[in-house]
Each structure stands twice: as C-alpha cells, then as structure tokens.
C-alpha cells in the first residue's frame, strides 16, 4: 500500500507521527510524508535544511518527506504564526492537486488548526482516495478557548469547514475522549477514541526518599499551561522541604522568570527546553509531576499525561475535564481547581507529606498499570494500522 501521510511537523522535529511513521515504514507500507520545513520550536530553519518551495529528503529509514516552504516568525507576530497556517494550507493543497493521485491512503496527523488538512479535500474529492484523520486538537473548540469570541458568522462559517474536511476523511480519530461527543455533534457521524502513546522507554527507577520532596512539569510553557498560578500556590503553600522545578520553554518562560525574581519566590529552578532524550534523568529525581491546563482546555488529554504515567511518578492534576477523571478514578495522584489558588496550595501541601509515602507508592503502581494497559504503545499502532488498512479487528 502506497500511504501519504500530512502533517505539520516531522523529523527532526519532535512528534509522536515520527514513530507512528517509522513502525509503518517497518511493518512493510510505502509511506511518504508532506509536511513543512522543520523550524519548530525555535522558529528557525532546523541545520542542513533550505527553506525553499519544495523539497523532499530522504529521513532515517529511507523515508521519502516532501517539505513545502515554511513561514517564519510565528515566534513572534500573530499575524506571521496565521500566515504560516495559510501558506501551509495552500503549498499542500497545490502538491495533492498535482500529486496525490498517486498515493492509495492518506493519513492526516491533525495538530494544531484544521486547516492543516485542506489537502484532503484535493486526495478524496478529487482523486477518490481514502483518507484518515488523526485529530490532536478540536476544532473550532480551540479557537475560542484562545480568547476569539463566538459569533453567529464566524461559528456558522468555522462549522462548514469542519464539516467540509471531516466529509473527505472515512475514518474519524481522536486522541483525547472528551474530544469524541462533540465533534460527533458537528458533524454528525461516528468518532473512535485512540490515544497517544509515550516513546521514552522504560519506566524510570522508583526514587529514594531523602528529605526532600520534588515537584516538577515538564513541557511547554504557554498560557494554557496556568503556570503563573502553580508558581503562586507554590509560594502560598510554604513548604521549606519542597522544590518547584520547570523543564521546558515557550512564550511565558521569562515572564514566570521575572515573577520569581521580582517577587523572591524560592526554590522555584527553571532548567530550560531539554532534549526529549534527557527526560528519563529529570523523572528520575522528580517525587511528583504536575500536569496543569486552565479550565478553557477541559476536553483535552495532554500528551504528556502519557509520558507521567510512563515514568511512574505521582501527578498534580491542576486541571478539568478528562484527566481530572482519570487522575481521581484510577487513584493516580490529586486534582485542584486550575482557578483556584488556594486549592492549588493545598495540593501541594498534601503531596509534600512525609506521612504520605505510602501513599505516593500507589500512585507509582496505579500509574504503570493504567500505561500498560491503555496506554500500550504496540496495542495503539495496531488500532491506526487496522482504521488505514480497512481491518477494524485491532480497534481501541
């Protein structure tokens, strides 16, 4: 089978779709991918890379990628991060107007807006193939929980186009189940629920008490991501024999800087983006992970919500929705409100108890065995592979 697969990002960058990608390449399909220039996430173009109108490299595996030209400086401009999603959009929909006639499945790897899919439109209508999609972000959900206010045009013209790229897949996914009922509602037709996997290796070696409790996120700091109310609630819960630690970058890296220094929170240490190869070392002297989301993000499963489950350590849910449930139902740490300070403090507090040892044990074993068993990487392949290949017997 002769498989395209869009996205919009790949190798080198850092995606779950590399190694969706890898084990097809393995398993025997003719897979190629469409995607972009990488530059992500420093907004520069990835070394050994040319950012012109097309290209296609060969990646590990002997992978043929077709790269369209990226536009820089989303980093820093709105109105640049809004160009890139339209160029992208439009240099993609042109290659499968051109090309997609040869390929006979193509899959869509849906992060970030939808309209990063605009080429299925060309691949189904056009040229009759089937296509899958992926969605790791709802639309037009998202939208409005990044502060754009509903109207009756813009839900009435944003609803027609989910439907419109919906209507070119045969075969909706989702990896997050708060996505599954709503997006069924827009557009009327059955959604499967398959989640995403953690590729880090083995669980991380259980720690040793020594005094001294470690708080740590990892990850992306945005605004979603409410960490200038985790670092407030931190100072607020008081806590002598605790640290704060933020491995990671993004947009409100220096201003949580600048709130800590302007402010003298201590024991609060930033360590800055790492290499996802590096994570096992900072799981390994973390007591407890937290994964926090302010409540406009409730229907979504962070990604990393599989990666603290892999590495077997306690999570601070300071978050709603779906987590939340699952982080209380199978007793896998705490949760608090991501409004409320105080909640969040007492969290803390409760986590930093000596007492609680025991406790933090369990949450260890809840967390390995929810990630073998839902969570399992080999069991997810299979389902995706079953959706592309029409063999639904492996389905989640």
């Known amino acids: 089978m002769r498989l395209l697969v869009l996205t919009e990002r790949y190798y080198p960058e850092e995606f779950l779709i590399n190694d969706l990608v890898s084990e097809w390449k393995k398993s025997g399909f003719d897979v190629e991918v469409l995607t972009q220039v990488p530059s992500y996430p420093h907004d520069k173009v990835f070394d050994g890379y040319q950012n012109k109108g097309l290209q296609t490299t060969l990646e590990p595996g002997k992978i043929p990628v077709h790269r369209v030209k990226t536009v820089l400086g989303y980093n820093r401009s709105v109105v640049r991060k809004i160009v890139n999603y339209i160029s992208f959009a439009v240099r993609t929909s042109l290659w499968c107007l051109s090309r997609g006639r040869c390929y006979e499945r193509v899959f869509v790897y849906h ?100 005094g001294k409790v ?26 002598c024999s605790a640290e704060l630690h933020l491995v990671g970058g993004g947009v409100m890296l220096e201003p949580l800087k600048e709130l800590v220094r302007k402010e003298a929170i201590s024991n609060v240490v930033f360590h800055g983006r790492q290499p996802r190869g ?29 990666t603290y489950l892999k590495a077997g350590r306690p999570i601070f849910g300071i978050l709603k929705g779906a987590a939340e449930v699952m982080i209380r139902d199978y007793r896998l740490g705490v949760t608090a409100d991501p409004a409320d300070i105080g909640m969040i403090a007492e969290g803390f507090r409760q986590l930093q108890v000596e007492t609680l040892r025991h406790e933090l044990a369990v949450y260890r074993k809840n967390c390995l065995a929810l990630s073998e068993d839902l969570f399992q990487r080999e069991k997810l392949i299979a389902s995706l592979t079953s959706q592309v290949t029409d063999k639904k017997e492996c389905q989640c």
């Open 214 to 239: 470690i708080f740590m996120f990892t990850g992306n700091m945005g605004v979603p991501q409410n960490l200038e109310r985790v670092i407030r609630a931190f100072d607020q819960a008081k806590m």
């Open 278 to 306: 590096e994570m096992a070392s900072f799981f390994s002297f973390a007591d407890v992970l937290l994964l926090p989301l302010t409540a406009d993000f409730a229907q979504t499963l962070p990604g990393k919500f599989q």
């Open 111 to 210: 992060t970030g807006p939808l309209t990063m899919a605009s080429a299925v439109v060309f691949s189904h209508y056009l040229w009759r193939k089937k296509c899958v999609i992926w969605t790791q972000d709802l639309w037009p959900d998202a939208i409005y929980a990044y502060g754009f206010k509903k109207s009756m045009f813009r839900e009435w013209l944003l609803g027609a186009f989910v439907r419109l790229i919906y209507s070119a897949c045969s075969e909706a996914l989702v990896s997050c189940p708060g996505f599954v009922e709503p997006l069924q509602k827009r557009i009327n037709r059955d959604v499967k629920f398959v989640p995403q996997w953690d590729t880090s290796g083995e669980p991380v070696a259980e720690k040793e008490p020594d």
